[in-house]
Nanobody
Framework: QVQLVESGGGLVQPGGSLRLSCAAS????????MSWYRQAPGKERELVAR????????SYADSVKGRFTISRDNAKFTVYLRMNSLKPEDTARYYC????????????WGQGTQVTVSS
């Protein structure tokens, strides 16, 4: 059974940090591109960060460059998103995604974890 389970969300003050985790099971994790997306109320889901199967080259949305870092541990079947200098506009539900290549359709989605940035 294919599963992606996110964790690590919560309420944080502006300027704070969080680390999200996404635990994968039921497929060969090391063969897949992993991504983090987010969706705020009333907005479309947007790509936040992406990491290839080897973890060699990462990419980020302009809005999070320099603040967020995506990483993966293929031995632990887990992808992470370290979020620093959080802003209220980062408030959203964050979703983990797996796809076979950058150009493939999505293979799996997690249920998401809520991140709220507020004082």
């Amino acid at each position: 059974q294919v599963q992606l389970v996110e964790s690590g969300g919560g309420l944080v003050q502006p300027g704070g940090s969080l680390r999200l985790s996404c635990a994968a099971s039921g497929f060969i994790f090391s063969d897949y591109v992993m991504s983090w997306y987010r969706q705020a109320p009333g907005k479309e889901r947007e790509l936040v960060a992406r990491i290839p199967s080897t973890g060699s080259t990462t990419s980020y949305a302009d809005s999070v460059k320099g603040r967020f870092t995506i990483s993966r541990d293929n031995a632990k079947f887990t992808v992470y998103l370290r979020m620093n200098s959080l802003k209220p506009e980062d408030t959203a539900r964050y979703y983990c995604n797996a796809r076979r290549t950058y150009y493939s359709s999505s293979f799996a989605w997690g249920q998401g974890t809520q991140v709220t940035v507020s004082s």
